[in-house]
């Protein structure tokens, strides 16, 4: 059984394979392009590289908001990242328009606010982002990618209907993910409304509300009435705390593309959510198989601005393609960098669909066997 060489290696962390040669130099090992390489060999060469890859698969590095290089002066405090999930009909899209027309930072009165997939509120002089499409789809698309976004989960439950089928889906993906729950018992506002009985249902699911002694932070809020909304946000803030989001905005920018689109005046138009660093006008950007030079940015009104900190969702224009939800970026040295490493992913694209189509064995998972 043969195993990867290092050209296949250097293709599927998207490195030149003479830059995974320089490093296996480094180890005191001499290999050429066309030789295979042991599992322990791809494994130090990709710990090199900052990857982190299991015997027969290779991840990407999952851009955490703190790096091992990150000094801790560095660090400060990051604003949560919000997924609203939850049954259909229970109010999750009206609960992210009443949080966005009541709270948004808006740059200036009476501005129009545009959507951009995302949105930030401050609460007690503190942000929070909301990720401004509900469902579980594109939380589950996006964690199959890879891609964690979400810190914290708001899961909706109407206080007229309780946990159905998508409320259990819901409470089982923030669980997999890693990802706190905090729970806005809504429609409060109608006359059948009974909180107390959607308590009882979240703690026969192991979300015991606080108020019972249990750890799961429950709000009674209307999406309606705006009660409760408040609280609610103090709340994701309260947990927040706990979870202690820090990054480091002195660090070159990463994070997730959250949507993209082609417009047809502007071109490839996309909407990215910074894990860490800081984003500015003129940085060249790599998401995938798009690159280029961020031309313009926006915020979530739609302001021009010239510089981002994490956290933070932007628009930009200038990038060369329309790069999938999901799909981590980060910020190159140069364009020429940019464009090599784009064109790398593309091969490996175009090498991963034509392994699904024939019977060529081109996945690394399937070259270690
Ligand atoms: P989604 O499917 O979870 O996004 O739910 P929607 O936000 O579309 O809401 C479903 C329906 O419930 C709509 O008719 C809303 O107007 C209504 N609704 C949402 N929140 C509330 C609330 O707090 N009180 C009342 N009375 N109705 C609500
Ligand atoms: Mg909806």
Redesign the pocket.
């Known amino acids: 059984e043969p195993g990867a060489t290092v050209r296949d290696l250097g293709e599927a962390l998207g490195v030149p394979p003479t830059r995974i040669i320089q490093i296996l130099m480094g180890l005191g090992e001499m290999k050429t392009v066309t030789q295979t390489l042991s599992t322990e060999e791809i494994e130090l060469v990709a710990e090199e590289l900052g990857r982190k890859v299991e015997v027969g698969t290779l991840e990407e590095p999952a851009p955490e908001e703190v790096a091992p290089e990150d000094s801790p002066e560095d660090l400060v405090e990051k604003p949560p990242v919000i997924t609203v999930m939850?049954h259909?009909?229970?109010?999750?899209?009206?609960?992210l328009d009443r949080i966005r027309r009541t709270n948004v930072v808006s740059g200036e009165a009476g501005g129009i606010t545009q959507h951009i997939g995302a949105y930030q509120v401050e609460q007690d002089g503190r942000r929070i982002t909301f990720i401004d499409t509900?469902g579980h789809e594109a939380f589950t698309e996006m964690r199959a990618r890879g891609a964690r976004v979400t810190d914290i989960v708001v899961l909706?439950v109407a206080a007229d209907d309780g946990v159905m089928p998508q409320t259990e889906e819901a409470i089982e993906h923030a669980r997999a993910a890693g990802v706190p729950i905090v729970v806005a018992i809504?429609?409060i506002?109608?006359p059948n409304a009974n909180p107390d009985r959607v308590m009882g249902e979240l703690a026969e699911r192991g979300l015991t509300p606080e108020q019972w002694g249990g750890e799961t932070v429950t709000v009674p809020v209307?999406?309606?009435t705006g009660e409760g909304i408040d609280d609610l946000l103090e709340n994701i803030l309260v947990v927040a705390e706990l979870e202690e989001l820090r990054a480091n905005p002195k660090a070159p920018a990463s994070g997730y593309v959250i949507e993209s689109r082609l417009d047809p005046g502007r071109g490839p138009v996309a909407t990215l959510l910074l894990n860490r660093g800081t984003l500015h006008r003129g940085d060249v950007v790599l998401a995938g198989t798009a690159y280029g030079r961020v031309r313009a940015m926006f915020d979530h009104n739609g302001q021009r601005i010239k510089e981002a900190g994490p956290g933070t969702p932007v628009e930009i224009l200038g990038l060369s393609g329309v790069p999938e939800a999901g799909t981590r970026f980060e910020v190159a040295e140069n364009e020429r960098t940019a464009r090599s490493r784009a064109q790398q992913a593309e091969e490996r694209l175009r090498r991963q669909e034509l392994a699904q189509s024939g019977p060529r064995r081109t996945t690394l998972e399937e070259l270690l066997g």
């Open positions: 939850g259909v009909d229970h109010g999750k899209t009206s609960l509900p909706v809504n429609k506002d109608v209307s999406a309606k």
